[in-house]
């Protein structure tokens, strides 16, 4: 679906603060965006990372606001904020219900200018950017991704990374962010979008009236330097701790206004986009070399680069992986695609491009976005410009840029370093102590870093918006005679139908010596059925656009409206007939026992199995969900035979439809696809024990990571718990509040700098089962000590004293008020229908959810904290590089 040029209004203010404004009245949000036209791009040597600092510093006071009062403003009016960095623009966003939403201009409009830099909070949100920069290299792809941008770029500030160096933001002097913050944020250096509902007219009053005042200052200085042709391959290796080899390839292309950019986009989409793209077939199906494999087209203002990533089995070889990566790009140069093939990739991104259009957030993001890059009117003409592009056009984009000589290679090599993380370089191209002295850093990769939304918050008026939402849900319910529970509900605001199979069919039933039986029974669903093959699967969902997933629990599918009945065939089959083929089953164990390794790669993911160990003791949910080596080599296809033919099964099953279909469509669809289901009788389950630790458990696990995750806690509640919505408020004042408001967020990371990412509660994983009380950090091995007795000091202080009514009103405020962003898109609604009838709530519960939210009080907050949190009994996971 197009995005017309008419729809979007622009403005310009004397000041030149450019105003983007998109009605969109389908549902009671507004996103406001203002993006600035600066990133990593502007800085300079031995000042990097300024601009991410600076981004940061944007929320820790101005001479109206103070520390913290941004967030709680967003808080109490029951809103979502957030900001992100990237090489070409730093941009900060707002959503709310459309009753509150122009606080947010308030905010913006003052901070333009008016932030305060209190020498305090400088040197406290120093430690945190230093500590996200942690956060980054301790993922596996931390330092090849660092790395690979570096050595491509050698004189263009692209070489910097988004975060910066590490040497330059422990010694940057709060005077050069302030400078750079007064040299790039001004009016005339901005764009202002606003998305959703509200009138146009009004809001450029409101926008006049609080901008206009600004003065506009001297245009920031230009962007001179050019990097030179590269004149030879550049390689280099990186030797880790990890039990993967990954390897990521980049080459520089062409920026963002140029015409080149659409047919690159195109060969993004057919080398990586769904499981019938070229090198997914060849390197994941094919040749089983690797776990998956991933390219970007990232345009930027000053010239792109289109990356290539993928992440090896064990044992698996480097060398082979980039011949192949190799000789498919020289296929695209040699070989004219095939009108399938070419329609195919045009379809995928005709219908990602719809898909995103069903959130306010992602339309202000691409308005946004391409203004501050080129011009938002790049947006209407883009899919006309894609459906023009021809075979030939293909062809010789891929002749121009895909040139070995271009290319800069990594490679990251799991071996154990006497010390720390290495670099070895390859490069004619490289200066002597150039790149070797480089340090750490993160890539704020353009196109794929999109800011995840902090949580926001409602104000008082906050169930107005829930109940506005109400009135256009209206879900329907019937049952076939085969059992099957069906869940509708009409959307006609874009052409998109979403379905949802959800099978109660997960790890809790498989056994103990077959664990990772019911993932492994979910990634197979869709690589074959008796009509059709995996491959014959995929082609037909890429060929129309949409989505398919497949889980331990069932399938999902996004589809353009008018392809539906495709969607539903291929869910059905799925469901019904899985085949189960023994060449299949071999394919998806060994990438099971791959993805297992991987795992153990990534620090957090080691920490939180090793914590789940310890809490849920004999209890399934002990288990990874993907098993262990031992317990998936065991699996043989009687097991997974078995399991498919127990529990999928119509009686077992909740199928939820969203979207631009009536309720007689989605009547004669169902019952063509589904009624001939066989129904068959469940085995009867015995209820599962899961008992809560009588001492403290400590768990260590070594490991050369930069930082130290910790996770402390125990058990926690199933979803029918009666203090489930006490629980609830109390989880957003101790440790899930948006923003830094709830205590542990603000005493541990925004007063003390402890830590980028730290968060408690027990609600969120509260399913059917019991689910855990955690509390994670990710921090500096040296405050262990800090971090730990900071969280049990939140704890015991949560339970000993009743919370502020302040606090109270502003948690009820976030929760009754915020709730209406869980109802934007088609697959959100699928899963609300879904959680609704699995536990039971009842389709009214939309219009109970405010009150049962409203009337918990201060009293039953300090009860069910003093019930269901222990501050003694309970697990501790530690994994790092010190010890105890």
Known sequence: MALSKSSIQETVLENGLKVLTLERHNIPIVCSMIWYKVGSVNERKGETGLSHFLEHMMFKGTDRYQKGEIDLRTLVHGGHNNAFTSHDYTAYFFNFASDRWEVALEIEANRMRNCTFDPEEFELERRVVLEEMKRNLDSPWGWLEMETEAMMFLLHPYHHPVIGWQEDLE????????????????????TLVIVGDFETGKTLEKIRELFAPIPPGPPPPSITSQEPKQKGERRFKVIQETNLSRLEMGYPVSRINHPDTYALDV??????????SRLYQRLVEKEKLVNFVHTSNDPRKYGGVFFIYTELRPGKSLGKVEKILGEELERLKQEPLSDEELQRAKNIIAADFTFDQETTYELANALGRYETLHSYEY?????????????????????????????????SVPEKPERRTSVLYSSPSVPVGGIASYRQGNRGRGARQRGSPAEGEPGRGGPSSVR?????????????????????????????????AYVDAGQKYEPEDKAGLAYLVGALLDEGTQRRSGLEIA?????????????????????????????????????????????????????????????????????????????????PYHRPKKGYTKTVKAICRPDILAHYRTYYVPN???????????????????????????????????????????????KYVPKAKE?????????????????YYALLVMDHILGTGPGFTDRISRKLRDEQGLAYTVYANITRSATEEPGI???????????????????????????????????????????????????ETSAQLTGYLISVEKYHLGFDYLRRYPELVRRVSGEEVQQVAQKYLDPVNYALVMVGKIKP
């Open 539 to 619: 082609q037909t969902m890429d060929f129309i656009g949409g989505n398919l997933g497949t889980s331990s629990t069932g399938v999902s599918a996004q589809v353009l409206s008018k392809d539906a009945h495709i969607a539903f065939d291929i869910v059905s089959d799925l469901l019904k007939d899985a085949a189960f083929e023994e060449e299949e089953i071999a394919k998806e164990r060994s990438k099971q026992l791959a993805l297992i390794k991987s795992e153990q790669d990534d620090p957090n993911a080691v920490a939180y199995n090793a914590f789940c160990e310890l809490v849920y003791g004999s209890h």
């Open 773 to 823: 009380f955690s509390a994670y950090i990710g921090t500096s091995p040296e405050n262990k000590d800090k971090a730990i007795e900071g969280f049990l000091r939140e704890i015991r202080q949560i339970q000993k004293e009743p919370v502020s009514e302040e606090e109270l009103e502003n948690a009820k405020n976030y929760l009754t008020g915020s709730y209406v962003f869980k109802f």
């Open 171 to 190: 010694q940057v002097p709060r005077e050069a962010v302030v400078q750079y913050y007064h040299t790039y944020y001004l009016p005339n250096n901005a």
């Open 379 to 411: 947006l209407a003409t883009y899919l006309e410009n894609i459906e023009k592009l021809s075979k030939e056009d293909i062809l010789k984009v891929a002749h121009q840029y895909f040139v070995d000589e271009n290319k800069t290679v990594g490679w």
């Open 267 to 276: 060969i993004d989409t057919l080398l990586s986009s769904g499981k019938s």
């Open 652 to 698: 077992n099953t909740l199928l939820a439809v969203v979207g631009d279909l009536s309720e007689a469509e989605v009547h004669d669809l169902v019952e063509k696809y589904f009624s001939d289901w066989p129904k068959r009788p469940l085995p009867e389950v015995k209820p599962l024990k899961a008992e809560r630790l009588t001492g403290p458990k400590v």
């Open 707 to 723: 930082q130290l995750h910790i996770y402390l806690g125990h058990l926690g509640i199933p979803r029918d718990n009666p203090d």
């Open 468 to 500: 506005q939402v109400v009135t256009e849900v209206e879900p329907k319910k019937w049952v076939l005679e085969n059992g099957l529970t069906v869940l509708f509900l009409e959307n006609r605001s874009h052409p998109v139908v979403s379905i949802q």
